[in-house]
């Protein structure tokens, strides 16, 4: 009886989120499809920050190759739910069963871009900082090559025709898991080994942290839930294509975990927010985008490194942790970012 | 008994310098060590070479018997070899409580999984670090402080907040890197009161490298003497200090003349 | 035979442009440890302020009934390179002024940040509508422009290798650029200064060392020679447009990785290997994965020897 309420309890954000979704997509699906997909559009932008956060923040390490994790997770799902599009299980209904597909390709999605992570971050997270960065980059850049040049996933055209399955609820799931995911690895042992190897990651080291497995694996974790961002966009507009993950995607991402602020949970999930909104009502002024995002990361840079919230977190305020009776070890760490505290190391890269 | 700790002539090249020379310590269990020496005398290298930050050049080091030249500093402090910095490595950002935790991890066992579906085990594990953690901060006389971030502590408890996340990974060898370095008389003094009371309260063997003799010879039961890399007196303390060597070492030959105890130059190469 | 040298030759040209593009890099990550994300993108304003300054003298070309002499080219073309150049210097100058120096206690993912900033603001910003039109249209806007023919193609064959004029002057500017600044770096009080300050600059600073001073005028240093790679390039492949330094600058980065970061030499002999890499592959097997050579290189070389072929491994003191 114990198990089974640790394990409601561990489902508890989805029980609770559920039904208030539903009720969104039903409002917004019957006001305005426009703002239902502004809607979709926020859920996957929160899941894309908030996994980016866990390495760019949590960990410490500069990774610009997410849109190449959306890319594999978005193609993976984009050929099973063309695949099985037809597909009508008995008892279920074509609605349900399409349903299942559509979770079937999002967690195959999610694999895929996993393994993807693992290649490259096996190979990539023994390099430092500005290293890994550009690394990152070429990697991102390779896969969108390879897939450009499979006749298999459309080449440059891409596959377009997927079944437009993303909704407000799908996203709005998505980006819980993601929230929840990133939450519970912060307060666990896992995500306190993350912190002590971004904080100094010769002494974790020398504490029996394993780094360069814990860096892979919260690469990993994060590349899985790009996958299921990948995959949701795309399923979202019916349409993959290569251009859809260039470095420019990820860069997007990199301003909304800085403009949060790197390590804050919170933070990502604001500046996605806020960005989302922000790109919407900026529409008209297309052209100007990419000037305002340069000037917008240059000026936070030059002011306010640290971004929104640092590394607090909403939930840490007094306020709220006198509603959860949590005591205050018990949250995530506290004080500046990554950003905003001069760094010691000066090596030059390389392996350590 | 196997001896927790054996460095047999471990010899630190750096391109065309050798830090270290010959390095051979075996270390007994409970034992009180110091290693001493001039700046830049290599101390901190065979700490290097000790818990695998470096590769040793030669010779070998054997952690309870078991060679563990090529493995990373991670799986040395694994078998039981833990150690403090010269300039503190503390995890500034995080809390004295977190830099414990994070050093009790070393042997948990539960994963990623158990920790995002806050599995039984997860809890437990939870409680059992957070009560190891409180403990280690209780024996450093430092509760009072444990949700304070650790760059925000005085300096003296900073250093104690090293040990303290150093003896939370249950090591069998202790390593201090100048624990005391930037005290004052008496803070080194009850420091190293505090050393020895918990190499009597865990039974570890502890390492020491300091600067000042009188410090170290309070507490240690055998020295070691670098210079430039040699070792170039071992043995008990009050035989170490009367030793011309060390002395020309630490003070020069102007001072060993003034003291009718120069050694000719012979002499001297033995 | 014959193929073998023509691939060399066109390595020569592609690689002294990478080459260098990689000095700026290299030098800026040297004095800084800081890569200039931004460096690709000056190259792209230099071309552009080559293209500018021809409209603004007035450059006629020698195809035209009415051909400028040979001095007039001769002058002409000296000014559209050395202003090039000097317009270039000053905007390395203030991005280093104003986006890189208050950043500079900071740790080094803020100005990684703001260098990708600095870069997509020159992208981008070029990428607008005209705003000025008199008498020039700045920005160019996102339509490729062509670079005005200086002088006249003068198609030379030895060996049975095609070459020309273009090629000849084009590698000598960028041997000459070379040569004067390893003079510049190895026999010059700025240049020791400089070199100092790339090995410690806390240090080169108490050592009198006008640590600022030195800083920004590496970034001028480096500036000016990618302006000076975007004239030479676009005398050859004239057409230029406002994102057609990104893949430049990403390979001419692999160039100075590949060379050893940091290193001088390292960035010339990086740019010639990564150029003659590209016309050797590009040219013998499937001209498609011209691009994907510098990305390969990029990831062999940080996976097996992250510091290059000349790069110093620098150890972190614990």
Known sequence: MAR????????????????????????????????????????????????????????????????????????????????????????????????????????????????????????????????????????????????????????????????????????????????????????????????????????????????????????????????????????????ATPRMFTFIRSIEVVVMVVLGGLGSITGSIVAACTLTVALEALRQFQAYRMVVYALLLIILMLTRPQGLFGTRELWDLPLFRKLARRPPELTGPEGASPTEVRDDSTSAGGAA | MTAPLEANKVTMRFG?????????????????????????????????????????????????????????????????????????RLF??????????????????????????????????????????????????????????????????????????????????????????????????????????????????????EHDMRVVMGISER?????????????????????????????????????????????ASK | MTEFLQHFVNGLSVGTIYALIALGYTMVYGVLKLINFAHGDVYMVGAFSGYYLAQVLGVRSPYEPNPPSGLETFVNASLVTMGAMIICALLGFAIERFAYRPLRQRPRLTSLITAIGISFLLEYGFQLAPVIRRPIQFPPGPSPRFFPTLLERVPYEFLGVNTSNYDLIGLGVAFALMLGLQWIVYRTRFGTAMRAVSFDPPVAGLMGIPVNRIISGTFMLGSGLAAA???????????????????????????????????????????????????????????????AIAFTVLILVLLVRPTGIFGRVTAEKV
């Open chain 2, 92 to 209: 500034k950002q995080l809390t004295a409580l977190d830099n414990v935790r994070i050093a009790c991890h070393a042997g948990a066992k539960s994963g990623f999984v158990d920790s995002l579906f806050l599995t039984a085990h997860h809890r437990s594990e939870e409680a059992r670090i957070l009560a190891r953690a409180e403990e280690y901060l209780e024996v450093m006389g430092l509760s009072h402080r444990r949700y304070e971030v650790a760059k925000n502590l005085p300096y003296g408890e900073q250093r104690r907040l090293e040990i303290a996340r150093a003896l939370a990974t249950g090591p069998k060898v202790l390593c201090l890197d100048e624990p005391a370095a930037g005290m004052n008389a008496s803070e080194k003094t009850d420091l190293m009161r505090l050393v020895r009371s918990i190499r009597d309260k865990f039974g570890l063997a502890i390492l020491i490298i």
């Open chain 2, 16 to 88: 065309g310098l050798k830090a270290l020379s010959e390095f051979t310590l075996v270390m007994q269990p409970g034992e009180l060590v110091g290693l001493i020496g001039p700046n830049g005398a290599g101390k901190t290298t065979a700490f290097n070479a000790i818990t695998g930050v470096y590769v040793p050049t030669e010779g070998e080091v054997k952690v309870g018997g078991v060679r563990v030249n090529d493995e990373k500093p991670h799986q040395i402090c694994t078998r039981g070899v833990a150690r403090t910095f010269q300039n503190i």
């Open chain 2, 223 to 267: 020295l070691l003497v670098l210079d430039h890399g040699i070792t170039i007196a071992e043995g008990k303390p009050e035989a170490v200090r009367k030793n011309p060597k060390v002395i020309e070492a630490y003070l020069g030959d102007a001072y060993l003349e003034e003291k009718h105890m120069a050694v000719p130059p012979q002499e």
């Open chain 3, 229 to 291: 790679a975007g004239i030479i390039n676009a005398v050859s492949r004239p057409k230029i447009d406002p994102l057609f330094g990104l893949i430049p600058g990403l390979k001419a980065f692999v160039a100075a990785v590949l060379g050893g970061i940091g290193s001088v030499p390292g960035a010339m002999v990086g740019g010639l290997v990564l150029g003659s890499a590209e016309e050797f592959v590009a040219g013998y097997t499937d001209s498609s994965y011209r691009d």
């Open chain 1, 4 to 239: 089974a309420l640790a394990v409601l309890r561990s489902f508890l954000p989805f029980l609770i989120g559920l039904p208030i979704l539903y009720g969104l997509q039903l409002f917004l699906g019957s006001w305005s499809p426009a703002m239902a997909l502004i809607a979709v559009t926020m859920g996957v932008n929160v899941v894309l920050a908030v996994s980016l956060n866990v390495v760019n923040g949590f960990t410490g390490q500069f990774s610009l190759g997410h849109a190449g994790f959306m890319a594999v997770g978005a193609y993976t799902a984009a050929k099973i739910t063309i695949a099985l599009n037809g597909l009508v299980l008995p008892g279920l209904g074509y609605a349900l069963t399409q349903q299942a597909v559509f979770a079937i390709a999002l967690a195959a999605g999610m694999l895929t871009a996993a393994i993807a992570g693992f290649l490259v971050g096996m190979p990539s997270l023994r390099l430092r900082g500005d290293y890994l960065a550009i690394v990152t980059l070429g990697f991102g850049e390779i896969i969108r090559s390879i897939i450009e040049n499979m006749k298999f996933l459309g080449q440059a055209t891409g596959l377009s025709g997927l079944p437009a399955r993303t909704n407000v609820m799908w996203a709005g799931i998505s980006a819980i898991a993601t929230i929840v995911m990133a939450r519970r690895l912060a307060v666990s042992t896992q995500g306190r080994a993350l912190f002590a190897i971004r904080e100094d990651e010769i002494a974790a080291e020398a504490m029996g942290v394993d780094t360069t497995g814990y860096k892979v694996r919260a690469f990993v974790i994060s590349a899985a839930y790009a996958g299921l961002a990948g995959a949701l966009i795309s399923h979202a507009i019916s349409l």
